[in-house]
């Protein structure tokens, strides 16, 4: 019976909830991406999409001011976020809702900066910038991470890998070029560093999945939930000069 009722998205939720991150990153990488962005304020509106439990949304506020909305699809990651920024005393400049960020129910032109890690290569890099664009005011920044290509050529297993998982990735150049098509001044782009992955998000997840599996016994789903993500990070230790986790830095023209 609990083999019917568990979900893969349950497991997803279950093993991420308790993590600081939900994907590779790090403090240090926020910094640098703020870095290139100009003219926040006290009355800047900035949105983060696919917030998660918002271990980066909390660093942003502690490194910017104005406004932040965080958004994400799980209403589990919602809560722990909002019980995050009121153990960090900002919630009153930083709430987390349940939505879409495929649907999303802001105002057009609402935000001075629009921030996402980690999600945007689930929807299509090209489709979400390009929708994300009409919530962004005229020279208000984006700021997204997305699984990249670092070379022309790669192995055929890592393509495969990435084909199925979301459909393929693009080379950082491709990445620019639709950045700039869809109606962004490109400012810049760097690959997150290996720790992003492993420290900050393989190492934790694995002790998460580590608890599952001890929770549930000899459950398939699980099994081969925990399968699909030690496969995961043996590709990335195998075939990671091949690609990576890359910001990209865009100005809405």
Known sequence: MADKELTMMDLIIESHVGLERQGPGSPEVIAKALGFIDDLDKISRVADLGCGTGG??????QNIAGNITGVDICPDFINVFNDNAKKLNLEARVNGIVGSIEELSFQ???????????????IGFEKSLNYWNGFLKRNGYIAVTNPSWLTDERPAEIEKFWGDAVGGLGTIAENIGTMQKVGYEFITSFVLPEK???????????????ALLKKYGENKIVEDYVKDDKYEVELYSKYKQYYGYVFYIGKKI
């Open 196 to 210: 992003c992955w492993t420290d900050n998000y393989f190492i934790p997840r694995e002790a998460a999945e580590k």
């Open 108 to 122: 057009k032109e609402e935000f001075d900066l629009i921030w996402s890690e980690g999600v945007i290569d689930s």
């Open 56 to 61: 980066q949304t909390m660093v942003l506020a």
